[in-house]
Structure formats: C-alpha cells, structure tokens
C-alpha cells in the first residue's frame, strides 16, 4: 500500500470551513491511490481557545512552567482536540477514523519534557487501523517516553512528527499543508515580493529553517533528507502543486541550470543579544577561557556567531539568556558589554561555494540603507549578518533585491 503523509498546521485546522478543505485534501489521496495518515496541529494561533500557545498561557497562570512533566501533560491536549475534532470531520464524509496520540501511535522519546527526542516509532497499532482501512489522525508534537509519561517535541514539532511517521511507514512522501503556497524565497510577511519555489535541495531548505524560516522545523527536513522521503510544502487552501523538496539523485530530471541563481533565499531571526567579553589584560585574567565556556554550556546557554580576538571574545545569544548570562560573568567579575535586540539575517544558497564577489553584494544592499553591520558569520552556503532588529525588515528586502530573488526579478 502507497501511504501518504499529510500534515495539517495550526491554521489549517482553525475552522470548520477549513477543516473541509483538509477533508478534501484527504478524499484526494485516496483517489489517486494513496492510503493517506494525518497529521494534525492543534487549533489556530495564539488567543484561540484551544491553541498551543494559549494552552502555555494557562500553565504560567497556574505556575506550571517549573514543573516539565505537567507541563508537557497540558500541551499535549491542543492537538488532541484537534485529532479529534478532525476524524468527526472525515467520518461526517463516510470515510473510517481514527484518532491517535502519540503515545497511541507508539511514538517512543527521551525524556526531555518540551524538547524531547524521538529514539523510535513502534507503528503495530498504527498499522492495525491502516490495515483495516481506517485513516489514522495522529496527533504532531508529542510522544511517550519509556516510563509512559507524555512529551512534546519543542515548537514546530508537529512538522517532525509528520517526517517521523513517514519514514516509520515507509511513505511515499510527507506532505507538509500550511497557510502559504509553498517555500518562499523570503518570509512573505516581510517581503511582499517573495517568490514561490518549485523545487529546493533538502539541504537548502534546511538552512532556510535552521537559520529562521519557520515554515517548516529543520529537524523534519532531516528526518526525511536521511531516509530519502520526497516531502513537499503546500497551501492547505488551494489546489497549487507547492514545493517539493528533493535532492539531485531521486529527482534526476532536475538539471543544473545555468541560470539559477547564485542565491536561493534570505531568512532571519529576531532576539539576539550580541556579547562582546572584554580582556583588559590584567594578569590571569583569562587563564582558562575554558572553564567560562564550560559554565556557560552548563547552564545550558548555547552560543552563535563566536569570534575569539586577543582582546576579546564576541558571540550572540537568544535576548531570553541574557540574564542568566550576566549571572555567570558577574560571578568571575568578567568585565563585558551587550547590546540587545539584534537580528540575524542569512542568505542561503548552495551555489555560492567559491563564488567571489558575494560578500561585496551583500554589504553594498545593506549600506546602501545605511544599516550597519554588527557582525558577520559565514559557511560554503550561508553569509549571516547581524543587525539592530529596528531595521530587519529593511535588511531582508534589500538582500532579496540585491540578489534578484523577486517575482519582479523573474519577469
Ligand atoms: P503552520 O502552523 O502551518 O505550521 P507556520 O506559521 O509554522 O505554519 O509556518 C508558516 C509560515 O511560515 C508562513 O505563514 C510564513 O509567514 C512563514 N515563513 C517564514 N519564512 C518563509 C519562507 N521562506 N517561505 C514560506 N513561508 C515562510
Ligand atoms: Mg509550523
């Protein structure tokens, strides 16, 4: 049997009217011959009742955030509602249901409650409804781990779920639906002239997310980049073919094209605090660097954009770390200085490797707004800078111009 994974996001699932949409999206897998397993986010966004962040809002008011077990135990129930709101859907149409949880679906973890792992996917029980023709709606974000307690997968870990379950069934592809048409060459909320990609290279759309793109949780481009699962991004509310992320052997009609661009998108992230550590010279100061960085990494505060000079070290950290941070350096009396709300805005392009003259691009588009460059970091297929967050979006649409990424580019 040919199965389908098809991922449903918080949008998606928000209103009856929708909920329609992704039962017709269903009813189309099976007419083309795909035994379709859903995956389903909880309800909406922010405010709505049932949503996850609404659900977190709850747990603070009660003083659950200290307590990981319970607190995973509340987050748990957005996409449980919606697993079930969704199989009533599919049955009103004459189509078997079944909701599962998953722990239901046997979707072992770790037990890091809020970011937990997922070690393994026991699918006897998924496949026991699948052999009866009964269509799974499995619940994203969450597990079990091995003493029975449940977890969840960190923000976005629906996405996971769904690559997870693919590849634990075999899919034939995941199909991740969202509120847009596909993986943009920017945030179209930020970039009016984003265009849509046909196709993008797992490990492009990789970076995208690893360096902010949340449209889709870097960790499920993984799972489905290992195991060679063709996955693609489309809008839950249309019919367009989307973007199917692939690689050069399984799509093999896909030519290098000599007039594809050097760069492939531009991404961001917000609320980064850059800390520039100050050595004054004084004797000992810094005889072991590594044990500040050994307590910094203890207190679980990981470090981006590190550059070490003789005078100092500059790296950036999440804005939420800051004071944890100030702790540690107060400790050793380190004397240093931070300046908070930055952003970290990244071209991504595999065709950049070895390319001269990309660097120049990048800060001719940014100077010529007068934006000043705090920092840079770079690899074979990303540039990073970092800015004061005031001007991110100015920043984004100027890198997405300079390099000609637009629909108007195209024309
Ligand atoms: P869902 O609830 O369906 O998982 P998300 O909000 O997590 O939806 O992801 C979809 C959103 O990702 C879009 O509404 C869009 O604003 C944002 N996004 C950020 N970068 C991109 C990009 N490069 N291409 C498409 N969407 C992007
Ligand atoms: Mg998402």
Known sequence: MKILVQKFGGTSVATQERREMIADKVETALKNGFFPVVVVSAIGRCGDPYAT?????????????????????????GEIISSVVMVNTLRKRGYESVALTGAQA???????????????????NIYKYIDKNIIPVITGFQGVDENGDITTLGRGGSDVSGSIIGEALNAEAVEIYTDVEGVMTADPRIVPDARVMNTIFYNEVFQMAEYGANVI???????????????????????????????????????????DKIITAVAQIGKRTQVRILYDGSAGEYEDDSILFDMIA??????????????????????????KLQEILGRRSISYEYKRNCSKVTIIGNKMRGVPGVMAKVIRALSKYNIEILQTSDSHTTISCLIDSEYVNQAVNALHQEFELGKISEK
């Open 298 to 323: 203890n207190n679980s505060i990981s470090l981006d954009m590190i550059n070490v000079y003789p005078d100092s070290k500059v790296f950036i950290i999440d804005d939420s770390q800051l004071s």
């Open 217 to 259: 949780h870097p960790r499920a481009v993984e799972v489905a980049m290992r195991s060679n699962i063709p996955m693609l991004i489309k809008n839950t509310m249309s019919d367009s073919p989307g973007t199917l992320i692939t690689n050069y052997d399984r799509n093999r009609k896909y030519k290098e094209n000599k007039k």
């Open 106 to 124: 046997g979707i072992i973890t770790d037990d890091s409650f809020g970011d937990a792992e997922v070690l393994r996917v026991e699918t006897k």
């Open 53 to 77: 962040d609404t659900l977190i809002n709850l747990a603070k008011a009660v003083g659950c955030e200290t307590n990981p077990r319970e607190m995973d135990l509340l987050m748990s129930c």
